[in-house]
């Protein structure tokens, strides 16, 4: 099993195919099982690696942490597998942490992905959500946080019309543990501001969103693309804030499409 040590916690990483490393983030709560279908479409045209970021998936650990130092994390891992200059994608936790690394690492970046993610920090509102359900993970685990969250995951054409989804993304988030829940809700409450350094991004952008993603919704990547001088935007047809998993073979067009265009200029 691929496991670096980085930083004192074991990282896992699946890693498949050969040529430009393409690294894929996965969001909150989840792990590297969201990004199947891109692993298979991908490998033919790049070499994709999907960590599970500490404390996810296998990468067990029970430590606290802050987004910055998951991206501090994956710059060490990248460094030990030989995987930089890279493309990096971050699916909207992953975005947040993509956004960290690029402020500190962006001459290993030769392209940046941005899937259903935002560049604003938390509101308000939105902060004093996050301690809800840091309360609610505490009592009622992993669970209770798939079963409040699962509404607002999908669209609701996706939710109806393929329940193997849905059902293989709640067991995927009752899989997390619920200490590395609390620890990603507190790191992503107090995570800064990404919206200054979108302007200063010299690296080629790939901006994706669902159309129907009510989380990171369309208006939140307009406002990215808008900001970042070399990005593209995609807008998926059909898809919620899980689009890499509802409609798969779109988001790894858009992904391929930018990787050849990048590739040729
Ligand atoms: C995610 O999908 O990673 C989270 O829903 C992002 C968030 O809660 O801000």
Redesign the pocket.
């Known amino acids: 099993m691929p496991i670096q040590s980085v930083n004192g916690s074991n990282l896992y990483y699946h890693e498949s195919g050969k040529g430009i490393p393409l690294v894929l983030l996965?969001?909150?709560?989840?792990d590297h099982r969201v990004w199947q279908a891109q692993v298979h479409d991908l490998a033919a045209v790049s070499r994709v690696i999907t960590p599970d970021l500490r404390g996810f998936g296998k990468s067990i650990n029970n430590s606290t942490f802050t987004l910055q130092g998951l991206a501090e994390d994956l710059y060490v891992l990248l460094s030990q597998i030989h995987a930089l200059p890279c493309v990096l994608g971050g699916?909207?936790?992953?975005?947040?942490v993509a956004l960290a690394y690029q402020r500190q690492y962006a001459s290993t970046l030769r392209g940046l992905i941005l899937i259903?993610?935002?560049a604003a920090s938390?509101d308000p509102e939105?902060r004093a959500g996050?301690d809800i359900m840091i309360e609610l993970a505490r009592a009622g685990g992993s669970s209770a946080v798939a079963e409040k969250?699962m509404p607002?995951?999908l669209a609701p054409a996706t939710a109806q019309s393929n329940p193997a989804v849905a059902s293989e993304l709640r067991a995927i988030m009752e899989s997390c543990p619920a200490q590395t829940i609390q620890h990603?809700?507190a790191a992503?409450r107090d995570r800064p501001d990404s919206r200054p350094a979108l302007t200063r991004i010299a690296a080629p952008t790939l901006i994706i969103v669902g159309d129907s993603d009510v989380?990171?919704p369309p208006a939140a990547a307009e406002e990215m693309h808008k900001s970042v001088a070399s990005s593209t935007l995609s807008v998926i047809t059909g898809a919620g804030?899980?689009s890499p998993m509802e409609q798969p073979q779109q988001v790894s067009r858009a992904i391929k499409h930018f990787l050849v265009k990048l590739a040729t200029s």
């Open positions: 996965h969001g909150f709560p989840l699916l909207s936790m992953g975005g947040y259903d993610t935002r938390d939105t996050r969250m607002r995951m990603a809700l992503m989380i990171t804030h899980m």
